[in-house]
């Protein structure tokens, strides 16, 4: 019996472009259901389901510079502390416009590969402890798995220390 067809997404054009080797999941998308949703499907950790974060650093200049923070599903990310490693004054979530503008995909899908606009990549150092991580892949309900020393390297991303546990809900 042969499995779904993997859709051809911005990501997974890139993926294939980079050499990267990944392994194709699908679930049944949420809304605001986030990574536990996905890792409850899929039936993995959340700590080893990345969430792909547009964020927007802003200085002294008159537009905020996008980027892109890769952080464990379990996590949140300390905005201080990635405006303390750029150097910048604050770092901020984009709105879901923004999120959109830049990186082409809808909220809920948005993959590190493909973006329509190329944006620095921060990676969680701790997501490299994880054998397998599983990262979007480019739609909602689409998440595909690699190694995440290849994901690093395929998004040439830089290594950052800004994870705090997720708070309680």
């Not at 599903?73 to 502390?81: F, L, P």
Request: glycine content about 12%.
């Amino acid at each position: 019996m042969k499995g779904p067809e993997i859709p051809v997404t911005q990501a997974v054009r890139a993926l294939r472009a980079a050499g990267l080797a990944f392994t194709p999941h699908f679930y049944k998308w949420v809304e605001h259901g986030g990574t536990g949703a996905a890792s409850r499907a899929l039936q993995v950790d959340e700590h080893a389901v990345i969430k792909t974060l547009v964020m927007e650093a802003r200085d002294s200049g008159p537009r905020p510079q996008p980027l892109l923070v890769l952080m464990h599903g379990d996590c949140e990310v300390s905005t201080k502390g990635l405006a303390r490693f750029l150097g910048v004054k604050t770092v901020a979530p984009a709105s879901e416009a923004g999120v959109e503008k830049h990186t082409g995909y809808q909220p809920g899908g948005v993959s590190p590969f493909g973006t329509r606009v190329v944006m620095p990549v921060y990676l969680e150092e701790t997501l490299l402890r994880c054998d397998k991580v599983w990262v979007n892949g480019g739609r909602r309900g689409f998440l595909v798995a690699v190694e995440p020393g290849g994901l690093q390297q395929a998004l040439a991303a830089v290594l950052v220390q800004v994870g705090l546990p997720s708070a309680p809900e």
